[in-house]
């Protein structure tokens, strides 16, 4: 059981990134999934989560509505879309799912990505 985050890089003020999550092991549609990021220094916080039950997405705070998480089941693999990123979104980024945790609290969740760096600067 394994999940593979990929796709952070250096980006501009203003641009756009899409994180992909690649599951392994286990069918990632049947799970809730959680994004979360570490900047330097702080602790990890949660930005969004797709709640499989409710078939919704719930952001952290309304600034986050500018990331989206989506799914490609046939390849098994949750995506985030980062729009109008901001120096301040810098930070590891990581993935997580569990079959019944959900919400922004790390410990909600039983599996984890290795996480990925977004850097956002100009």
């Known amino acids: 059981v394994q999940l593979q985050a990929s796709g952070g890089g250096l980006v501009q003020p203003g641009g756009s990134l899409r994180l992909s999550c690649a599951a392994s092991g286990f069918t990632l549609d049947d799970y809730n999934i959680g994004w979360f990021r570490q900047a330097p220094g702080k602790e990890r916080e949660g930005v969004v989560y797709f709640r499989r039950s409710r078939g919704r997405t719930y952001y952290a705070d309304s600034e986050k509505e500018r990331f989206t998480i989506s799914r490609d089941n046939a390849k098994n693999t949750a995506y985030l879309q980062m729009n109008s990123l901001k120096p301040e979104d810098t930070a590891v980024y990581y993935c997580?799912?569990?079959?019944?945790?959900?919400?922004?609290?790390?410990?909600?969740?039983?599996?984890w990505g290795q996480g990925t760096l977004v850097t956002v600067s100009s």
């Open positions: 997580a799912a569990d079959q019944n945790g959900f919400g922004l609290v790390p410990a909600s969740y039983r599996y």
